[in-house]
């Protein structure tokens, strides 16, 4: 089991040798029912936070307005949290204050009915006041009380609906659903931070990330936050590289292909999620009808990647994504067709690209993309064989000459020398030079023709 849970154990052994009520709460329950590891574990009490305050030696008052403190035992923290119901909701976010209560209206002020359950370890036992084991066999996310007033109070819900949906596998009942359907145009309330927090674990934890995003598409809330992506419903692609229909489609088709599995090692999963659901998010602005010279209607996408790459960089922006990952993501995007040219590449060019740190991100979205589409694999297969073929050499091998060489023949420091040791390195990777020596005849040559024309 999970290295807190032993810790989680004592602190509620503590609570209740001081005569107080003691369970474990939320998410550490529900996973315990469907057989998942639990992330952390949350203790509900009836003790008050002044109180948990007193019975633990480290603590760290989190949000003590709204009962909420963090026990520290073994470098481990446990969040302990008064039985509480909450009111004053404003604006559609966090509660202004709370008033310690019941177990009972604890559970009703919780978000999904599969969230609302309390665990009693010494007892084994369940405690239920939601209707949430029912829930939970049944694989449904179903709001507490009246979906759309809890929606109304907070609106992350409704991506937090959508997550649990996503990551377990389970359907959004239907008045939950409806209610996110009503009220998904107020997501843009919720800080954009919140927003790409859901997301991001929406498409990076769920086993079916091309289903979630089909969710968001379905619940209204991916029109309001990503506006960009609607327009790849319903558009048009060339069948014969696109038998699998609609560029939405296809990127849903990659999503869950990336959740069945990805290759390629030290790949970060939130930049492979977005590179895939943007990288053809340009291709509606870039598409252009004309037609062969036999009058046969043609579907062009006009610098489609470029166009892409700039709304991707736009969306990760907005959503105030990390710097490196929007940097990545973009050069991934932008560069998603060189791949089409890799048979005809040299291959002191590809190595080259092979050896930047973002090609692994770039290769796994051309393999999703031609999983996803046509299903030829030659240009990642020559990609894999040149690997395969250079496997017990670095990517790129040590350069054979350097600028003191250089320097030696009487060149003057400055850009020259770089262009030429360029061009040296290249000649070295195509096997043009077979050794040092030849590599500097060949340079001193060079360097003679290059001060006669000066
Ligand atoms: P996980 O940690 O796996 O994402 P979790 O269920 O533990 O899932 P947390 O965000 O850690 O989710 O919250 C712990 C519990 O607090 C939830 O199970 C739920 O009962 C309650 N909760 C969290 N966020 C909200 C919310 N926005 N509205 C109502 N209840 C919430
Ligand atoms: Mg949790």
């Given at each position: 089991t999970h290295p807190a849970y032993e810790t989680a154990l004592r602190v509620l052994a503590t609570l209740r040798e001081a005569g107080h009520k003691a369970w474990f709460a939320g998410g550490s329950v529900r996973d315990r029912l469907l057989g998942r590891e639990a992330k952390d574990y949350d203790v509900a009490t009836d003790a008050l936070p002044s109180r948990v305050e007193e019975l633990f030696s480290r603590t760290v008052a989190v949000g003590k307005s709204f009962g909420v403190i963090a026990v520290v035992e073994d470098d481990i923290q446990i969040e302990v949290t008064t039985f509480r119901s909450e009111d004053q909701y404003e604006d559609g976010r966090r509660p202004g204050s709370v008033t310690p209560t019941t177990p009972e209206e604890d559970a009703q002020r919780r978000d999904f009915t599969i969230n609302g359950l309390f665990y009693d370890p010494v007892a084994d036992r369940v405690i239920d006041y939601v209707g949430g084991r029912e829930d939970l066999a049944r694989g449904l996310v179903r709001a507490i009380g009246d979906p759309g007033e809890r929606f109304g109070e907070d609106h992350l819900r409704m991506l937090r609906a959508v997550r649990f949906a996503a990551t377990l596998e389970f359907e959004i009942e239907t008045r939950t659903r409806e209610a996110i359907r009503a009220l998904a145009g107020r997501i843009d309330r919720i800080s954009a931070e919140r927003i790409e927090i859901e997301l991001t674990r929406t498409l990076t934890e769920s086993?079916?990330?091309?289903?979630?995003?089909?969710?968001?598409?379905?619940?209204?809330?991916?029109?309001?936050?990503?506006?960009?992506?609607?327009?790849?419903?319903?558009?048009?692609?060339?069948?014969?590289?696109h038998p699998e229909g609609d560029v939405f489609t296809h990127t849903c088709l990659m999503l869950d292909r990336m959740g069945a599995g990805v290759k390629e090692p030290g790949v970060d999963r939130a930049e492979l999620a977005w590179a895939l659901l943007l990288h053809d998010v340009g291709k509606p602005?870039?598409?252009?009808?004309?037609?062969?010279?036999?009058?046969?209607?043609?579907?062009?996408?006009?610098?489609?990647?470029?166009?892409?790459?700039?709304?991707?960089?736009?969306?990760?922006?907005?959503?105030?994504?990390?710097a490196?990952?929007?940097?990545?993501?973009?050069?991934a995007i932008d560069r998603h067709m060189r791949f089409m040219h890799v048979e005809e590449m040299r291959e002191s060019k590809l190595r080259r690209w092979m050896a930047e740190p973002v090609?692994?991100?770039?290769?796994?979205?051309?393999?999703?993309?031609?999983?996803?589409?046509?299903?030829?694999?030659?240009?990642?297969?020559?990609?894999?064989?040149?690997?395969e073929k250079i496997s017990r050499e670095p990517v790129l091998p040590e350069p054979w000459v350097n600028g003191r060489d250089l320097i030696a023949m009487g060149l003057e420091p400055g850009p020259g020398i770089g262009e030429l040791l360029d061009e040296a390195f290249e000649r070295q990777l195509e096997g043009e030079a077979a050794s040092r020596e030849e590599l500097l005849a060949w340079l001193r040559e060079r360097v003679a023709q290059k001060s006669n024309q000066a």
């Open positions: 086993p079916r990330p091309g289903r979630a995003l089909c969710t968001l598409l379905d619940t209204g809330l991916l029109a309001e936050v990503i506006p960009e992506a609607v327009p790849m419903v319903g558009q048009e692609q060339p069948p014969e590289f602005p870039a598409c252009v009808h004309s037609q062969w010279p036999d009058g046969r209607p043609r579907l062009r996408f006009d610098r489609h990647a470029r166009i892409s790459a700039d709304m991707a960089e736009a969306v990760m922006r907005r959503l105030k994504m990390p490196k990952r929007i940097r990545n993501v973009v050069t090609f692994p991100l770039e290769l796994e979205l051309h393999r999703l993309d031609c999983e996803g589409s046509h299903g030829d694999m030659s240009c990642y297969r020559r990609v894999m064989d040149l690997r």
